[in-house]
């Protein structure tokens, strides 16, 4: 090389080299710059972007875009810690922006990396305006995708256990305890498995603490309390280790330590409480903005102490605490603030003033200055946070309710501003509901409306009248609900131009979530994780299928937006002269009852609730059931006197329908008695079944559902089944072990009976199977079952109809599950289920009864019959072949059952007329009569005896002219 070719390469080196020294001076410039930044973030979000806007303009101008992108997503983390959503969103639209505009600055891997990162930015920042079901739209496809990949790099690890944390936060803040609970125990699993695999400690103390908050929230503060020492015990650790380490971790120290102290409160504990809360304030930094929240928390606990003097102080430190750091700035934690100061105001009897910080809490949410007064309600369109938005219009109420109640003389435009208030929950609540996907996350917001429902009520009642009407169309928007859409889903996929691959798809994803629902009750827990993670994972598949079919076919999405208002005159067309309802709402210190027929009402009538109606409700069906006569007596002519022979009740008709509310739904009302009295002569007794024929409804909107639909189509007439049983039967609920089902002594001489009166077709024995049920019963009109049946209370949807295991290979099971029933294809008018406890079930809230006969109505059947407890069935069959008989001769459904029972009765001895024996079966939806029923011989049966009359005035009309010529003429 010569000599200038020698100083040629040297100088390039040198220049080359030098560049190098200059990029890194830069890069590490911009390091100590970040780490300026954060510092700076605790005292000044301005200060903090100011230096962060130095360091950006140093990676712009030195084209250090990797380095660009990490210093914006600083802001978006900056700006997050300040609650200033605007800044996030602005800050997370410009790191997208550079990742895409400078794509070709990564290799793949980091690429992947960045983009996984952001988009649990964006999840995260959707999460928190309320927004659930966008914010889960970038963590489940994400969860989903690195789930399925056989090795993760640490950040992709990282990242998809976040993004799990994220979903199981977003199912606690819908309400769905369970699956939150379900999603962080299934983190802990994941997590100690990958540390076991690395020789490392497992690192699951921020999901312990996640874990005590949901315990926490379901009421279990003992478990809460084992998950809260094991956290504090880990941050313990860490900090006696490197306490340095405290500064880098205090925020989930501080949410791990004020979690403990609410928990001890809910145990009353107070000084345990106390010891905690202190730990978090020594935590928090000189000008901490967190400080406001943890002033917040402590303040709400002297206010569960009723130390309303320590609770103003702490909350007013609050106060002060967002007006130094924020300004007047809206954010949603600092309504937390307000509503925490309006509940104290409000229980010390400073009316005015709650108001006041309360109003102030929900246009907080809208960023509305000046705030207008009480009276107004928010704009539901402007509201980011509608379920924050929601806990305080549920204060508001509430304390429009107090203010109400308390004012004397009955001041009209307050109960009118309940009212008002009330009615705009309900159409938020409306709103956030017909966003959710998942049933439970449904329901949890139908409980929600229950204590503003109570309060709805209330008021409609003062106001008179004119809110009769108007209060009985509110009740009604919260019963049934998921049973309303489970029908109206049925339709839907019926009549939409879904792809027949696609409806298989999600049937075998329901079957393979049932499978392994049912799985993990009995898999030990070395297997449990995988489950946990094929259960997951189908979970996800049938949310993004059901998005998918919401998205691309419009007739599925109609079938989950909100119902119209029940109209009146629509009801009252399906009612005869006959018949009355009666619908029930049970609150908190009083009951409510609407009662209308064809011609008038609903009329409302409101009563104190007594100490013993719910107790009585839940205990008089097993004090039947098992006999307790005494018990029963006394508990039967209670609930007649409290639930239908109250003060200023209307004239009931001779055909009750009834609408139950909770406990209600567990009493057989055909068994109260009409008068108190004591006696062993069952045949005697004073049953409200001598006066009443009864039928129930979920809901009046759901009878008009129902008889909406088409009258059956059905090509066959009746259809009897009685599956004869071996004794071990398979069960999918627990696939080790087998259960027994012992054979039925009368269920094949009653379908027999059955179809000896009327024309049925009879399967019975080993050809009554499942399959045969599932490909034929949709043919038929009138479907009867008399078999075996099972309720699950854990798990609804495992209750089951058995079916023959007779001739059947081993591993099949012949149960029929209630979610297999819900895409069950059936057009029958009734279904009678002559099977034990098939109308029982767990009760929630608004929805009813969990039952058998609930999926059935589900299915698309228009009444069901079912039983209440473990039927006799013995006594059974002759209830059936009364039943029948009535049917046949044109009674009306509720008509033909209390016939069937009053016959049952009549030929009864004193110990088989015990209701025990025949008082199970209730009906349940349509009650008009069946005119589908023929006995044996068809016309021949009629044609006969008109023969015979024929005959009889033929000769009667020919011995008469007989007689006429022998008669002597007149004179």
């Known amino acids: ?39 700076a973030n605790g005292e000044s979000l301005s200060a903090a972007i100011s230096i ?20 914006v997503v600083d802001k978006v983390g900056c700006a997050r810690y300040w609650f200033d959503w605007t800044l996030v969103n602005q800050y997370l639209q410009e790191a997208e922006r550079s990742l895409l505009d400078h794509k070709d600055s990564y290799s793949e891997s980091e690429f992947e990396i960045v983009r996984f990162d952001l988009n649990m930015w964006f999840g995260d920042y959707y999460r928190n305006l309320g927004d659930f079901e966008q914010s889960k739209a970038y963590f489940e496809p994400m969860v989903a995708e690195l789930k399925s990949r056989d090795t993760l790099p640490i950040d992709l690890y990282e990242a998809m256990m976040i993004s799990l944390l994220h979903i199981g936060a977003i199912a606690k803040e819908t309400g769905n305890l369970d699956e939150a609970i379900a999603v962080n125990h299934y983190v802990i699993d994941f997590e100690r498995e990958r540390a076991e695999q690395e020789s490392r400690p497992a690192e699951v103390a921020t999901t312990f603490s996640r874990l005590a908050e949901l315990y926490a929230l379901k009421g279990d503060y ?18 006696k280790e ?81 007006q130094a750091h924020y300004g007047q700035k809206p954010f949603h934690a600092r309504s937390k603030t307000y509503f925490a100061q309006a509940k104290l105001y409000q229980l010390i009897g400073d009316y005015e003033r709650s108001a006041t910080v309360l109003q102030q809490g929900i246009y907080n949410l809208l960023d509305v200055r000046p705030v207008p007064q009480f009276e107004f309600d928010p704009p539901l369109e402007r509201i980011s946070s ?106 839907a996929l019926a009549h939409s131009s879904i792809p027949a691959a696609e409806l298989t798809q999600e049937s075998s994803l329901k079957k393979t979530i049932f499978d392994l629902q049912s799985q993990l009750f009995s898999t030990k827990s070395k297997d449990s994780l995988k489950i946990k993670n094929r259960l997951f994972e189908s979970n996800v598949q049938l949310e993004e299928l059901h998005q998918k079919w919401n998205e691309e076919y419009p007739a599925f999405k109609a079938s989950s937006e909100p119902f119209a208002e029940t109209q009146l005159a629509a009801v009252q067309t399906l009612l005869t002269e006959k018949q009355t309802v009666i619908e029930y709402f049970l609150g908190k210190d009083h009951y409510f009852v609407f009662v209308l027929d064809k011609e008038t009402g609903p009329s409302l009538h409101r009563y104190v609730l007594p100490t013993q109606l719910k107790q009585h409700a839940k205990e008089v069906k097993w004090d039947l059931y098992n006999k307790r006569d005494k018990a029963y007596q006394q508990k039967a002519s209670y609930l007649y006197k409290h639930l239908l022979n109250m003060p200023n009740l209307p004239l009931l008709k001779e055909e009750l329908i009834i609408v139950p509310d909770g406990i209600l739904w567990h009493i057989p009302f055909d068994v109260l008695l009409t008068k108190e009295a004591s006696f062993k002569d069952y045949s005697e007794a004073p049953f409200l079944l001598q006066e009443k024929a009864i039928s129930y409804a979920f809901s009046m909107r759901w009878l ?47 379908v027999s009976s059955i179809g000896k009166k009327i024309k049925a077709a009879v399967c019975v024995g080993a050809n009554a199977t499942k399959n045969f049920f599932q490909e034929q019963a949709g043919k038929y009109a009138i479907v009867h079952v008399a078999s075996h049946a099972e309720i699950n209370d854990r798990n609804p949807e495992h209750s089951y109809i058995a079916f023959t295991n007779e001739g059947q290979p081993d591993d099949l099971d012949n149960r029929l599950y209630v979610n297999e029933l819900y895409r069950q294809k059936l057009s029958a008018e009734i279904v009678v289920l002559s099977a034990c406890e098939t109308g029982s079930g767990v009760v929630l ?127």
Request: charged share 20%; aromatic share 10%; glycine share 4%.
């Open 222 to 239: 003992q478990t809460a309390e084992l998950y809260y020492f094991k956290g504090a015990e880990y941050y313990e650790a860490i900090i």
């Open 1 to 39: 090389m010569s000599g200038r070719a020698k100083y040629s390469f040297v100088l390039l080196a040198l220049i080359l080299f030098t560049c190098c020294m200059q990029a890194a001076e830069i890069q590490e410039q911009i390091r100590r710059l970040q780490a300026e930044a954060e510092q």
């Open 704 to 750: 008009g559902e129902l008889s909406r639909r088409q009258k059956s189509t059905a090509s066959e007439a009746v259809l009897c089944m009685a599956p004869s049983f071996t004794g071990r039967q398979r069960s999918a609920l627990n696939a080790q072990q087998s259960t027994i089902l012992p054979p039925l002594q009368y269920n094949l001489s009653e």
């Open 845 to 971: 809230q608004g929805e009813g009864v969990l039952s058998l006969s609930r999926a059935f109505a589900q299915a698309g059947v228009r009444s069901t019959m079912a039983s209440l407890w473990k039927i006799d069935d013995a006594s059974t069959q002759y209830l059936m072949q009364y039943f029948y008989d009535a049917l046949a001769d044109g009674q009306n459904r509720p008509q033909a059952l209390r016939q069937a029972k009053l016959g049952y009765l009549s030929q009864a001895d004193k110990m088989e007329a015990h209701p025990y024996y025949w008082a199970a079966f209730s009906l349940y939806g349509h009650t008009a009569p069946i005119d589908l029923i023929e006995r044996p011989g068809g016309l021949l049966r009629f044609l006969i005896p008109g023969i015979g009359l024929l005959l009889l005035l033929l000769i009667s009309f020919l011995g008469r002219k007989y007689f006429r010529r022998r008669l002597p003429a007149s004179s």
């Open 242 to 322: 490197d306490p340095g380490r405290k500064v880098r971790h205090r925020s989930h120290i501080i949410k791990q330590y004020l979690g403990a102290a609410e928990n001890y409160t809910k145990l009353n504990q107070p000084e345990q409480a106390k010891q905690f809360f202190q730990k978090a304030l020594d935590c928090h930094l000189p000008n901490d903005p967190e400080f406001a929240e943890t002033y917040t928390k402590i303040g709400c606990f002297h206010m569960s102490f009723q130390e309303y003097d320590l609770a103003a102080q702490y909350l007013d430190r609050s106060a002060k605490s967002w």
């Open 52 to 71: 962060l806007d130095q360091a950006t303009e140093l990676a712009t101008t030195h084209e250090l875009w990797p380095m660009h992108l990490d210093l």
């Open 386 to 491: 509608k379920a924050l938005l929601l806990e305080g219009l549920s204060l508001k109420t509430d304390l429009q309710y107090t203010m109400a109640k308390q004012a004397d003389p009955l001041d009209r435009e307050l109960w009118i501003n309940c009212w008002n208030t009330s009615q705009l929950t309900f159409e938020l609540l409306a709103q956030i509901r017909s966003s959710l996907i998942k049933e439970s996350d449904k329901q949890s917001f139908v409980e929600k409306a229950y204590p503003v429902l109570e309060i709805a009520l209330q008021a409609a009642y003062e106001l008179g009248e004119d809110h009769h009407k108007l209060a009985w169309q509110c009740i009604e928007r919260s019963k049934a609900l998921l049973l309303l859409e489970g029908m109206r889903e049925s339709r």
